[in-house]
């Protein structure tokens, strides 16, 4: 696994769900469309399988606890909700995930049927 490709997709996470909160479709379910084309693209970039699921999976719970975390506006303190947001952000890396695979399974298919 390459920990590089990781990173990157943590920190391309973090960036995408910040500008989630504050530019791009705020408030609207239209914001999942930027973020399912991140999970894509990872799946497609990255060759390898397992880091490809893991790297999904990083990219997927960093945007979703920054997206959550970034537009908390309740009228509680922010650490109640950390645990839902947590568990929230747990279920989006598990989706994530499962896309950056689904990703990166058939651009192997493609790249097969290419050499063929």
Sequence with gaps: MRAGAV?????????????????????????????????????FVIRHVVTAL??????GFAVSITFLVGGYAGG?????????????????AVVAAAVGLAANRMARLVARRGRA
């Design 76 to 92: 509680g303190p922010l650490s109640a909700a950390l645990g839902i947001f947590c568990a929230l952000a747990g279920l989006g």
């Design 54 to 59: 893991v790297a999904s999976a990083v990219f």
């Design 7 to 43: 990173l990157l997709s943590a920190a391309a996470g973090v960036v995408l769900g910040w500008l989630s909160v504050h530019a791009i479709f705020s408030g609207s379910a239209f914001v999942l469309i930027p973020w399912a084309i991140g999970c894509l693209l990872i799946g």
